[in-house]
């Protein structure tokens, strides 16, 4: 029984995400620098939905919790080309990252690294010492949609309203040469998505 509602739950949820798909309008800006290179797209976990919607059938791998609440985004992801690997940015240093250096020698990354579980913003250490081991760039992608719903969870999830208009803009590929790099990519990368991205929630701890 639960396998057929999981089949179930796969087919409508794509179904679902396919149809709204069909309301927006999409500008996209500079993705033609890493559509031929294999590269780590990196954005915030409040993209997530707005850079699925994008993507689709453009494949990538992508780093989907390995719990219950997991399966329920694993499945409709397949159904629309991406490819879910099974942990979370607190197993990094488990067979999660292994699997996804192996994958990246075939195709590219999706990573959230403020994700599962916040805070917002925060950069977790598997991003960069992903792209420096598979020696692979990282992407940066800043989103704007001029009508949204923002959800009220750590980190304000943003779902586009049917017939909004969605600018994603994404950066030159950005390269980790070296763990030395790490402080300096990420300043480069949060340069690039402060410019870019028209935040509508500041945390509390990011005000200046």
């Keep these: 029984m639960a ?3 999981f089949y179930l ?3 409508l949820g794509a179904w679902f995400l396919l149809l709204l798909r069909k309301t927006l309008k999409f500008k996209v800006i500079n993705q033609e620098s890493s559509d031929n290179i294999r590269c780590i797209y990196m954005f915030w976990h409040r993209n997530l939905l707005m850079m699925t919607l994008q993507r689709i059938y453009h494949g990538a791998a992508v780093m989907v919790s390995s719990s219950k609440d997991g399966e329920l985004i694993a499945g409709p992801l397949s ?7 099974r942990g979370s940015s607190s197993f990094m240093g488990s067979s999660a990252m292994r699997e996804m250096i192996k994958i990246s020698r075939k195709i590219s990354l999706a990573i959230t690294p403020d994700g599962p579980k916040g805070p917002c913003y925060t950069f977790h250490p598997g991003l960069f010492q992903i792209a420096y081991l598979a020696k692979i760039p990282i992407v940066a992608v800043a989103v704007n949609a001029n009508k949204e719903w923002l959800f009220n969870s750590w980190d304000k999830f943003r779902f586009p309203k049917p017939f909004a208009r969605l600018t ?14 790490f402080v300096t990519v990420e300043t480069e990368i949060r340069d ?13 701890e990011k005000k200046r």
């Design 192 to 204: 690039f998505l402060a410019k870019y991205e028209k935040d509508t929630f500041i945390p509390k």
């Design 9 to 11: 739950e796969r087919k």
């Design 168 to 181: 994603i803009i994404y950066s030159d590929p950005i390269r980790v040469n070296s763990k030395e790099d």
């Design 79 to 85: 159904e629309l080309g991406y490819v879910p690997v």
């Design 3 to 5: 396998k057929v509602l």
